[in-house]
């Protein structure tokens, strides 16, 4: 167990409609990081926040948005769905602030199925 | 464009030889990357790194090799045990963007008995 925590872990839903993924990190970490691992593909850096505020984004689309509250969990907003949106969504959460090199801990993942 | 590339989808061992893991890079920039491990229905887990000022680094039964000059770096498991069965992705960043991590498309080990 990391302890990250993401929900939902699974799910489905139809094109055209709109999502939010939940993370919240492990206790203590200030940094948290989203990723899409899509079919066969690596994991892909989508966004970093740090402590409230945005600090490093990576390839995510216009239609995704992310944002962390004063509790430091996360949420992960996915809009105008697409059947190519279709992944598993990782939350990951460290420490550090960005600029140090460490380790990030990973939440299960939530599985969105776009139909 | 893939930066960090994992060509071999599976790979299949038996207990107690060898594991060879190999990673390829193209951004010069990388100079820090790291091994992770993933079990089915569960995150990924940090297993090993290595600095681009090094050339091996190892942890127990795990060592991962950096060869600079041919952007490689390679994760030798020995000896191999069948909890070693799992996906490993390989990844790597430029130090000044810390953990930015640009990952591989992962190696699925089996260790067989």
């Known amino acids: 167990d990391s302890g990250v925590t993401q929900t939902p872990k699974h799910l489905i839903t139809a094109t055209g409609q709109r999502v939010t993924l939940r993370c919240s990190p492990r206790?203590?970490?200030?940094?948290v990081y989203w990723y899409q691992q899509s079919l066969d593909q690596g994991l892909q850096f989508l966004i970093q926040y740090y402590n409230g505020e945005e600090r490093a984004k990576g390839n995510i689309l216009e239609r995704f948005s992310a944002q962390q509250f004063p509790d430091l969990h996360s949420e992960l907003n996915l809009s105008s769905l697409e059947l190519g949106d279709s992944a598993l969504y990782f939350c990951?959460?460290?420490?550090?602030?960005?600029?140090?090199?460490?380790?990030?801990?990973f939440g299960e993942g939530s599985r969105l199925t776009v139909l | 464009d893939q930066q960090v590339k994992q060509n071999s989808p599976s790979l299949s061992v038996q207990e107690g030889r060898i594991s060879i893991l190999n990673c390829d890079y193209t951004?010069?920039?990388?100079?820090?990357f790291l091994w992770y491990k993933k079990y089915p229905a569960e995150g990924p887990t940090f297993l090993i790194s290595i600095s681009s000022i090094k050339d091996k680094n190892e942890d127990g039964r795990f060592t991962v090799f950096l060869n600079k000059s041919a952007k490689h770096l390679s994760l030798h498991i020995v000896p191999s045990q069948p909890g070693d069965s799992a996906v490993y992705f390989c990844a790597a960043t430029p130090t000044g963007t810390a953990s930015k991590l640009t990952f591989g498309t992962g190696t699925r080990l089996q260790v067989t008995l």
């Open positions: 990951a959460s460290s420490p550090l602030a960005g600029g140090t090199i460490g380790e990030l801990f």
């Open positions: 951004n010069s920039m990388f100079d820090y």
């Open positions: 206790s203590g970490d200030l940094s």
